[in-house]
DNA sequence: CTCAGTGTTCAGTG
DNA sequence: TCACTGAACACTGA
């Protein structure tokens, strides 16, 4: 699920049905794992009894505002997500926090890969990790000057930097990929290596491929055919685009790459 | 049975 | 110290 605009998309769910009501109670599964810095049984303690005033997003983290502190703080790793329902027999599968609030409404987390975390923190946006991330292409996207020049101290692949959540926080490997093929740059490419002209055009690329999936409510159905992303799937040597541009996949920055060397240089 | 995967972290290297 | 790479983490589904 969890890239920028699959955790906005939770983000604003979560808002819909959460705020300006009370949590009653708070069911946890006793995963030392996912529960990151905090007892289950204590982070459920703390949470029971509080009302959710606001529901913010930076990257791919997310977390709550309640009228005491700690707050809860979510990061949904690679099988995360979040699941509103009402009847208690729809809990789904793997999950690992069940909220229920005033008006019989319930929130669930499942995870099932467990790589998720779920933490308990006084000031979330303040305190690693969210206070490490670089720019949120949604919230604070540097000018183009500024993003030209975070990509002119970096020596390692543009793919690799991108990834890097320090740099920019919430793009993830099909995001990488898809920004790379739209603004015609091959994923090798050393990032101080990039033109100015080059820089300018990947980060417009970043906004408009952001805006446009969050847009959709990251339904990834509705993304444009021409995106990348409905044909970079499977490692098949087969692959290609809609205009039928040849797929190649690679690891680069430690995740699997798909590219297409006829349009990115 | 084997392996890849919409992610992050950390040890090891230069 | 910094930047970077690759393995580890943990588990499902193809």
């Known amino acids: 699920m969890p890239e920028l605009p699959e955790v906005e998309s939770a983000r604003r769910l979560v808002e819909r049905h959460l705020v300006g009501r009370c949590i009653v109670r708070v069911a946890v599964v006793d995963d030392r794992i996912v ?27 997310l977390w709550f505002e309640l009228d005491r502190r700690p707050w809860p703080a979510f990061h949904f790793g690679m099988t995360g997500w979040f699941e509103v329902y009402r009847c ?15 008006n019989d409404t319930r929130l669930a987390m ?12 006084a000031d ?21 000057a500024a993003f030209a020049a975070g990509l002119a101290g970096r020596r390692a692949p543009i793919k690799a930097v991108l990834l ?29 290596d990039l033109t100015t002209a080059e820089a300018h055009r990947l980060r417009s690329t970043i906004l408009r491929v952001i805006h446009k999936a969050v847009d959709l409510d990251a339904d990834n159905s509705r993304f444009p055919r021409a995106w990348l ?37």
């Not at 703390?46 to 005033?53: F, H, P, S, Y």
């Not at 499942?110 to 923190?121: K, Q, S, T, V, Y």
């Not at 920019?168 to 990032?191: F, H, K, T």
């Open 88 to 102: 208690p027999a729809d809990r789904p599968p793997f999950w690992k926090v069940e909220f229920a609030l005033d």
């Open 35 to 61: 529960y990151a810095g905090v007892a289950p049984r204590r982070f459920a303690r703390v949470l029971r009894g509080r009302r959710v005033e606001a529901v913010r997003r930076r990257g791919k983290h």
């Open 124 to 144: 979330p946006e303040h305190a690693p990790p969210i206070s490490e991330l670089g720019f949120d292409p949604l919230l604070d996207m540097p000018d183009a």
């Open 229 to 265: 992303f409905h044909h970079r799937w499977g490692r098949n040597s087969d692959a290609a685009t809609a205009r039928g541009e040849k797929i190649v996949h690679a690891t680069i920055g430690g995740r699997t790459t798909a590219w297409v060397p006829a349009v990115q240089r």
């Open 164 to 192: 890097d959540q320090g740099f920019s926080a919430g793009v993830g490997n099909w995001i990488a990929d898809e920004v790379l093929y739209q603004a015609r740059l091959a994923p090798r490419r050393r990032a101080c």
């Open 110 to 121: 499942p995870d099932a890969r467990r790589l998720g975390r779920i933490r308990l923190l």
